[in-house]
C-alpha cells in the first residue's frame, strides 16, 4: 500500500511536466507563426477580453456576416497601439498584477445619478418603419469601429385600435431629456465583517466580473412625482391591452401561437431578438407579448413601432423602479445580503434569512416575482386568452430565435398525439453545444428538466393548470431562480411528473452572457448574436424538417437539490402567493412594508 501515494505524486508530476512543454510549444509556434491570437485553445471571446484589457493586438475575421445582413470590416490596430511581442507581453502582465487593480467603492444612486439613454445602444433594427426619423431627423453621429450605426425609433402614427396608447406617437431623443429626472437617493449601510473576518465589500459592477450585489441606479433614478405619473400610465397600459398591428394582421384566435417575452432595460439584446423574429416563417400569424418590469420610454416606443408582426405590452406593477425605498424594492430598514449574524440585529428583515444566512436581494426576487406574474398575466388575465386553446412559448430580452422557430412548433403539436400523448411541454430549445449534424431532426421525450429547457419552451393552459396546482410550493421553495424552483416541483409535487417532447437542435440561443447574474468587463453582444447566426446557417440543412425523428429512450430529469437561497423573506413568500391567488394590489405591498416593525 506504500507505494501508491508516491504513484500518485510521479503521475501529478508527469502531467504538470506535460502541460508545461505543451505550454512552451504552442508558444513558440505562436511566435514563430506570426499569429495574434494568444491562446488558440480558447475561446474567442475570452481572448478578445484579455487582449483588450492588456493592449494585446487582435486578429478578427475579415467580411463576418451580421444578423442584419451588413459585413464587419477589420478593425486593424486600435487606440494606435502597436503589437506587441511574447516577452513585452508578459512583462505588462506581470507588471499590472504587481500593481493590482483596486475595485472602486459602492455603487450608490445620488442626486447626479442620470438614467443612460436606452437608444444609445449598438445594433439596428429593420422592424422600424424606415419611413420615420427620430430626433427631429438629424443624423447619428460617426460610429466607432465594430460598432454598428443606432437606429433611434420614432413615434408612428396612432393606429385606430391603439384606443389613445402613449406611445403610438411618442419621439425619442438622444437625451432622454424626457425620462431623466434627479435621482433618489438611496442610503446604504455600511459594510460588516462577515463571519470568516473578510471585509465584505460591494463592489463597482464596471471594475469586477462576477455576480453584482449593487443596486442598479437606472432602476432608483426616478423622483417620487415621477413614480406616481408612471403608475398611472403602467395601470391604463395594463388595462387597454393594446393589440399593436391587428388591422394589418387581422384579430388573435383561440389557437393563435403566442411568443412570450420577458425584457428588463437591455435594449440591444431586445433589438436583436426582434430583428431574428422578423427571420421567423409565419410570425405574421402569431402575437408576441413584451412583458415588462422596467418602464423605459425608449423600450416602449421601440415595441409599438414594430410592424411586422402583432405585438402587446404588459407591465408588471411590482417592479423595484416603482418601489425604489420599500418592499419590493430595498428597504433601507433591510439587512444587508451577507451581514454578519452573530450579533444582535437592528434591521427589518432580521428573522427571514435564506438557507445559506443571507439576506434578500430585491434584484434577484424580482426575476422570480415578475415570471410567476407574467404566466398569470398571459393564461388567466388577457381578454385574448380567455378561451385559448394555443401554445406560448417563453422567451427572454437575450434570446436569439431560428427562422423555423413556429414551424418546429407547429410540427411538435401535430406529432404529439403519435408520439407522447402525455407530453404537456414543448421544448424548442436547449444547451447542446455540438454540432448540428450530430442532433439533425431528432426528438425526445422525458422528465421535464427544466433548467436544461428553461429556454424557448412551449406550455399550453393544461399544462399552466398543473403548474398552477402548486402555487403554494412555488412560493415557498428557496431559490429566487423560476426554472431551479420548478424544477423542485417537478420531483416534490407535480404527480405524475410533467414530460416533455423536445427538440435535440436548439431553435432558441442564449445571447446574454452579460446579464443579472455575470458582470463582465467587456460585453460583446453583437459577437455572440453572430455565433447564434453562424450556427443556425451551419446547420441550414436541418431547418423546416417536414417531420421529426423520435429518439427513443427516455431521459429522466435529474435529482431535485437544495435550493439557490435568495427566497427566505416572508415579503417575498406573501406577495408571490397574493399573485398566485389573483389578490396582489399596491395594498398589499403596503402591508407588507411592516411600518410598525423595527
Known amino acids: ?3 501508491r501515494r508516491p504513484l500518485k505524486r510521479l503521475l501529478l508530476l508527469l502531467m504538470f511536466v506535460c502541460m508545461t512543454i505543451k505550454l512552451h510549444l504552442e508558444l513558440r509556434m505562436l511566435d514563430s507563426s506570426g499569429e495574434r491570437t494568444l491562446f488558440p485553445w480558447r475561446a474567442n471571446d475570452t481572448v478578445r477580453n484579455t487582449a483588450n484589457l492588456f493592449g494585446y493586438p487582435q486578429r478578427e475575421e475579415e467580411g463576418v456576416a451580421l444578423a442584419g445582413g451588413q459585413a464587419e470590416a477589420p478593425p486593424g490596430m486600435r487606440d494606435g497601439r502597436k503589437g506587441m511581442n511574447l516577452q513585452e507581453y508578459f512583462a505588462h502582465i506581470k507588471t499590472s ?3 493590482g487593480v483596486r475595485a472602486k467603492g459602492p455603487v450608490l444612486a445620488n442626486s447626479t445619478n442620470k438614467v443612460k439613454p436606452a437608444d444609445n445602444v449598438k445594433g439596428n433594427s429593420s422592424v422600424i418603419n424606415p419611413s420615420q426619423k427620430g430626433d427631429g431627423g438629424s443624423a447619428p453621429s460617426q460610429a466607432k469601429a465594430n460598432v454598428p450605426p443606432k437606429s433611434l425609433p420614432s413615434g408612428r402614427k396612432p393606429q385606430a385600435s391603439a384606443q389613445g396608447s402613449k406611445y403610438s406617437n411618442r419621439k425619442l431623443t438622444n437625451d432622454n431629456s424626457e425620462a431623466v429626472k434627479p435621482a433618489i437617493k438611496v442610503p446604504v449601510k455600511p ?7 473578510t471585509v465584505n465589500k460591494r463592489v463597482s459592477t ?5 455576480v453584482s450585489h449593487d443596486v442598479d441606479a437606472k432602476e432608483v433614478s426616478l423622483t417620487q412625482q415621477d413614480i406616481v405619473r408612471i403608475k398611472m400610465e403602467l395601470e391604463l397600459e395594463n388595462k387597454l391591452q393594446t393589440v399593436y398591428n391587428e388591422q394589418q394582421f387581422g384579430p388573435v384566435l383561440a389557437n393563435t401561437s403566442i411568443l412570450l417575452v420577458q425584457v428588463h432595460n437591455r435594449l440591444e439584446n431586445l433589438r436583436y431578438l426582434v430583428e431574428g423574429m422578423t427571420k421567423v416563417r409565419g410570425i405574421e400569424q402569431a402575437l408576441v407579448i413584451f412583458s415588462h418590469d422596467f418602464w423605459d420610454p425608449d423600450i416602449n416606443a421601440f415595441v409599438t413601432n414594430i410592424t411586422k408582426f402583432r405585438v402587446m405590452q404588459i407591465f408588471f406593477p411590482y417592479s423595484i423602479q416603482l418601489h425604489p425605498l420599500t418592499f419590493p424594492g430595498r428597504d433601507p430598514r433591510d439587512c444587508s445580503w451577507n451581514i454578519n449574524r452573530k450579533g444582535p440585529l437592528k434591521c427589518l428583515n432580521r428573522a427571514w434569512p435564506d438557507s445559506y444566512g443571507h439576506y434578500r436581494e430585491a434584484s434577484f426576487t424580482q426575476i422570480k416575482h415578475h415570471w410567476w406574474w407574467k404566466i398569470h398575466r398571459v393564461f388567466e388575465g ?5 378561451n385559448y386553446t394555443g401554445h406560448v412559448v417563453f422567451l427572454e430580452e437575450d434570446h436569439y430565435v431560428s427562422p423555423d422557430l413556429l414551424h418546429v412548433l407547429n410540427i411538435l403539436r401535430r406529432q404529439r398525439n403519435a408520439l407522447c400523448p402525455t407530453c404537456q411541454v414543448l421544448a424548442l430549445g436547449n444547451y447542446n453545444k455540438m454540432s448540428t449534424a450530430v442532433y439533425r431532426n431528432y426528438i425526445e421525450r422525458g422528465d421535464w428538466w427544466v433548467t436544461k429547457h428553461n429556454l424557448g419552451f412551449a406550455l399550453d393552459r393544461k399544462a399552466w393548470k398543473t403548474i398552477s396546482t402548486c402555487k403554494e410550493q412555488f412560493c415557498n421553495f428557496d431559490d429566487y431562480n423560476w426554472d431551479w424552483t420548478l424544477n423542485n416541483l417537478e420531483h416534490t409535487c407535480f404527480k405524475p411528473k410533467m414530460s416533455m417532447l423536445s427538440v435535440r437542435f436548439s431553435r432558441v440561443v442564449h445571447v446574454g452572457s452579460c446579464g443579472t447574474h455575470v458582470k463582465k468587463n467587456s460585453c460583446d453582444v453583437r459577437r455572440e448574436v453572430q455565433a447564434a447566426v453562424s450556427r443556425f446557417n451551419g446547420g441550414k440543412q436541418w431547418l423546416f424538417p417536414s417531420n421529426l425523428v423520435l429518439q427513443a429512450n427516455y431521459r429522466g430529469a435529474a435529482r431535485s437539490k437544495k435550493g439557490n437561497g435568495g427566497w427566505g423573506d416572508l ?7 397574493a399573485i398566485g391567488n389573483g389578490t396582489a394590489s399596491e395594498e398589499t405591498l403596503l402591508r407588507l412594508q411592516f411600518p410598525d416593525r423595527e
Open 206 to 210: 464596471q471594475s469586477k466580473k462576477g
Open 571 to 577: 415579503r417575498d413568500k406573501q406577495l408571490c402567493q
Open 97 to 99: 498584477l504587481a500593481g
Open 1 to 3: 500500500m506504500r507505494w
Open 382 to 386: 388577457l381578454h385574448v386568452t380567455r
Open 191 to 197: 459594510a460588516r465583517a462577515n463571519p470568516r473576518g
